[in-house]
């Protein structure tokens, strides 16, 4: 099941005065702009804009895949606690917008986030670039649309009337933070803010004997007029020509073969379209300077999404091809501490079974808030102990999830050896503990579970999820030694790796699975929310 984030924003110049909105859609996976829309609506309160912003993101998330899980990001505190039940809803404009939203998805498949109005920034764009729009008595344009390359560019957001507030706002996870933004999308909205400008000279160029003459300077249009439209016509033609390589970029998962090709395509189609312009020489020459500097500007936007595509190879591992579809990606939860944790006891599946203490509820309060920022996790599967259902149950309820059980996510038995520390294992059972050191079917003493026994059950638990939550993201509430084994077989190192990780109470762990078998470690023991 694919999964989008929905960033929305409306804005009113007055409160109530001119208002407009935006919305993006992109997918939570790759994090690919995949669709962006905004809207003047005339005279309406700041709410009542927020309110048509959630609507028109849902619905285009809705045409892009019904059947789509969607996890809303807003800076409106009013639209997220209202959509997600904790406030009433009393005003009568607003009652029947958000009974519209509701019904876009089925109930559960929507979650909502509330981000500062730093992290939407995008969104807050478009509904300024809408409301731009309807004060000159036009319509937004996507095709117009340098929303992107703004945030992007780290630009102000500009105009006024997009809610604001404070707090804070984490990536997906099951991958890494947020990527940043810069890719052959905004490559894209590059090339149309250029030719937004060549046209705005195009249109205030003077008439007169130098009319057909347009300047020199890089970045100016041809003025308009008979002698020179040919000329325009077909530099517009190459812009827009530019525009679709570098969208065309932007879909390409292995980037620099298609981006090359992208780039020498948009580049002969121009060349061959030059000869168009002959009938005017001066006209010809100007258009030359607009096509070399519109080429300019996609080589550069062709080149910025490869560049962007190489640093997300990097930050998120991974050689699946681009039609392999989202991995099954499993958020790995260490359990937070018990009175045994301290002291390094052996605490297996054959033990007394203990519960959380006080600081491991505060350890599971603090990872479920962080996952709730987050706001990615789509289901949580928790070993059948004490301690792991505890934890899981904590997060489960900030995240409105529930929980299922699955025994193979169970710990290891350490049989004769529950409840002794490492050295009083050393002095009751030397032999066994050497033995069970140096080979991974060594039992411990007593009849307890061998680690090779362990990696079997795993591999087993692995691939039931796996085939159940393809596609999804999931958080998986274990223990130490299942969260090892699992990172072990991921990187398919030796079973001797087992005693080289280290793995602390209520850290975070993220292993990602493909299609094609193949795994993906993005994590390991994560506590930075602990501290």
């Known amino acids: 099941m694919r999964e989008f984030i929905v960033e929305a924003d409306g804005g ?10 935006g919305a993006v859609v992109s997918d939570a996976a790759t994090g690919e702009t995949l669709r962006e829309t905004a809207e003047y609506i005339g005279v309406a309160t700041n709410n009542v804009a927020e309110y048509r912003g959630l609507l028109a993101g849902l619905r285009a998330a809705h045409a892009l895949d019904p059947t789509a899980t969607v996890h809303v990001r807003m800076d409106s505190k009013l639209v997220i606690e209202q959509m997600s039940g904790r406030w009433k809803i009393k005003h009568p404009d607003m009652k029947p917008l958000a009974a519209q939203a509701a019904r876009i998805f089925p109930p559960g ?24 729009a309807g004060a000159r008595g036009e319509q937004w344009s996507e095709t117009e649309s340098t929303a992107e390359l703004d945030t992007a560019g780290g630009g102000a957001s500009g105009g006024a009337g997009a809610s604001g507030g404070a707090g804070a706002s984490g990536s997906a996870v099951g991958a890494v933070p947020p990527e940043p933004p810069g890719d052959a999308a905004a490559g894209a909205a590059r090339v149309r803010g250029a030719l937004a400008e060549g046209r705005a000279a195009a249109a205030t160029a003077g008439s007169g004997p130098d009319a057909a003459r347009a300047s020199t300077e890089p970045g100016r249009g041809v ?54 312009a002959k009938a005017d020489a001066d006209a010809r020459a100007d258009a030359g300077v607009v096509k070399a500097d519109a080429e300019t500007r996609a080589a550069q936007a062709v080149k910025a ?21 989202a991995p099954a990606t499993f958020v790995l939860l260490r359990h937070g501490e018990t009175p045994l944790t301290p002291q390094k006891r052996f605490s297996g599946s054959g033990g007394t079974d203990p519960s959380l203490s006080d600081t491991g509820r505060e350890q599971a309060e603090r990872a479920a808030a962080m996952l709730a920022r987050r706001g990615t996790i789509q289901a949580v599967v928790s070993s059948p102990l004490a301690r792991t259902r505890e934890t899981a149950g904590i997060v489960a309820a900030r ?35 050497n033995a069970w050191l140096a080979s991974p079917d060594a039992e411990p003493t007593g009849g307890g579970e061998s680690f090779a026994a362990t990696a079997t059950r795993l591999a087993a638990t692995r691939d039931r999820l796996v085939a159940a939550h393809a596609g999804r993201t999931v958080l998986l509430v274990t223990h130490v030694t299942p969260i090892k084994t699992l990172v072990r077989l991921a990187l398919g190192a030796p079973p001797e790796s087992l005693f080289r990780m280290e793995l602390s109470a209520a850290s975070l762990s993220v292993v990602a699975y493909y299609a094609d078998g193949n795994a993906s470690v993005r994590l390991l023991n994560d506590t930075s929310y602990l501290r």
């Not at 509330?114 to 409301?131: F, G, S, T, V, Y």
């Not at 033609?237 to 879909?251: D, F, L, M, S």
């Not at 999404?305 to 579809?325: E, F, K, L, S, Y």
């Not at 529950?418 to 050295?423: I, M, S, Y």
């Open 12 to 21: 009113s110049r007055g409160n109530p005065g001119p208002a407009g909105y």
């Open 109 to 132: 498949r929507v979650t909502y986030e509330w981000i500062p109005r730093a992290q939407n920034k995008h969104a807050d764009r478009l509904a300024n670039e809408a409301m731009d």
């Open 223 to 276: 003025p308009a007029g008979a002698a020179s439209g040919s000329a325009t016509d077909d530099t517009d033609a190459r812009a827009a020509r530019a525009v679709e390589g570098a969208r065309a970029a932007q879909a390409d998962a292995d980037g620099d073969t298609r981006a090359a090709k992208a780039d020498t395509d948009a580049r002969a189609d121009a060349d061959a379209d030059a000869g168009a």
């Open 305 to 325: 999404g490869a560049d962007t595509r190489a640093a997300r190879t990097v930050a998120a591992p991974g050689w699946a091809p681009a039609d392999m579809g």
């Open 399 to 433: 995240l409105g999830l529930d929980v299922s059980i699955d025994d193979g996510l169970r710990e290891t038995d350490f049989g004769a050896w529950e409840g002794l520390t490492f050295a009083e294992v050393r002095e009751r059972h030397p032999e066994d503990l």
